[in-house]
């Protein structure tokens, strides 16, 4: 380091001297909505990392459904585990691609700050309820612009956004995350179902198996290795076509055999009906509060950041009936000393 240069300002120089031409460089950035002084240690994107892992929406994450419904056992995902592994995995093929790391972390940590409690299942319920539509995406981006304040780069939040299927990620390092949630949730679902006993390996499509492995690990290090070898020296980060057909299919054959028709299914319509009657409560006690056009919004803001759970907590504060309580004094005791010689 140079005595006129910050620490920041040589990890952005070796961002320019040793990342890919395509990397995109802190920077570079395109900015935060909010002009700030800069970190003298961080880059942009260290900066938008840590403020995402500090935030209260991801330590939330812990307590809110992967797949399975508040699980007993602990070895089950939950959408913290399934974060982790998609900045892990994500991280892998950034390196290897030499990439932005800290943009592939940022973006991969903060991809579900939005979800529902409950899963896709109150994700679902959100949907059809609110006008307009809920889309966890949608909803992770107002968690980090709105709801914590972040102040992130827009290259963070662009992928935050864009890490569902169907929109297109501005940055290689998004399009990592983007697939990188993909194959994370495909094999810790198929691990987390063959534990459950809802499926075993041999019932997994053979076309698919044959082509990726049985094994866990191998499976989805032949994923991750489909994407390096086929992106390297590339502007764009993409599978090779023949494994993402196979990668497809799984995820197909996982949504037709676990994701809408299973046991791991059972209590979801029980998880449905407690994210709608908690919606009807909390608009009807905020009818004389404030106005009515703020109501949905502030509702669907406080239902989706709930836990499991807290959902369940409050479902039961206000529809379980509980035995009457009173206060409990000890009066008897002294009695009986009075009583008692």
Request: with cysteine; net charge negative; glycine share 4%.
């Amino acid at each position: 380091m140079t005595e006129n240069n910050s620490i920041r300002e040589n990890l952005e120089q070796r961002e320019i001297d040793y990342l890919s031409e395509f990397a995109t460089k802190s920077r570079y950035s395109k900015g935060r909505k909010i002009q700030e002084e800069e970190c003298p240690l961080r880059t942009r994107f260290q900066r938008d990392r840590d403020r995402i892992l500090h935030s209260k929406a991801f330590r939330r994450l812990k307590h809110k459904t992967q797949v399975f419904l508040s699980p007993f056992d602990d070895h089950f995902r939950t959408r913290l585990t399934h974060t982790l592994e998609v900045s892990q995995i994500g991280r892998t093929i950034a390196r290897a691609l030499n990439l932005n790391e800290d943009l592939v972390e940022a973006v991969a940590l903060g991809h579900d700050l939005g979800h529902t409690p409950f899963g896709h299942c109150g994700e679902g319920v959100l949907n059809e309820l609110v006008a307009g539509g809920f889309h966890h995406n949608i909803q992770s981006v107002r968690v980090v612009e709105i709801l914590e304040k972040l102040n992130l780069c827009q290259e963070t939040i662009d992928g935050i956004l864009t890490h569902t299927w169907g929109y297109t990620p501005k940055t290689p390092e998004a399009q990592i995350v983007q697939l990188a949630d993909k194959i994370a949730y495909i094999n810790h679902d198929i691990e987390d179902s063959i534990r459950a006993g809802i499926i075993s390996e041999s019932d997994l499509p053979k076309d698919c198996i044959n082509y990726f492995s049985s094994i866990q690990s191998k499976r989805l290090n032949k994923m991750i290795n489909e994407i390096i070898e086929n992106s390297i020296g590339k502007p764009q980060v993409t599978m090779s076509e023949e494994a993402w057909g196979y990668t497809t299919e799984l995820r197909k054959w996982m949504f037709e055999n676990v994701y809408n028709d299973s046991p791991a299914k059972l209590e979801e319509s029980k998880a449905r009906n407690v994210i709608r009657e908690l919606y009807f409560l909390y608009c009807d006690k905020l009818k004389n509060i404030c106005d009515e056009s703020r109501i949905e919004r502030i509702v669907t803001d406080y239902i989706s950041g709930m836990t499991d759970r807290y959902a369940i907590e409050k479902y039961k504060e206000h529809f379980i009936p509980t035995g009457f309580h009173t206060s409990t004094k000890d009066d008897y005791l002294y009695k009986l000393a009075n009583m008692i010689e």
